[in-house]
């Protein structure tokens, strides 16, 4: 699977960034993506942070592992978490 990766920095409630990228399916719209982007925020304790094109940019295409795949087709998101993500 061709994948879409949008590399994302929020602000978190405590004032430190966080660092992730929201991957979908290529073809998927990027207000689909920062969508994701934000309910994956909410899942972990970072509901209302701002999360805009300007937060969530687009980087680039890939080939989607297999694990990425499958979680893609099950929620149509993967979050690669980087840098001040919770664990």
């Known amino acids: 699977m061709e994948c879409a990766v949008y590399d994302t920095y929020v602000q978190k409630k405590d004032g430190k960034i966080m660092h992730f990228d929201v991957v979908v399916e ?5 207000e689909k993506a920062i969508q994701y982007g934000q309910e994956w925020l909410s899942t972990v304790g970072q509901a209302g942070q701002k999360m805009t094109s300007e937060e969530c940019q687009f980087c ?3 080939e989607a592992p297999p694990f990425v795949e ?10 690669q978490k980087m840098e001040g993500c919770p664990n």
Do not use: M
């Open 60 to 62: 680039h295409i890939q």
């Open 70 to 79: 499958k979680s893609i087709k099950q929620q149509g998101y993967w979050i």
């Open 26 to 30: 290529a073809n998927t719209p990027h």
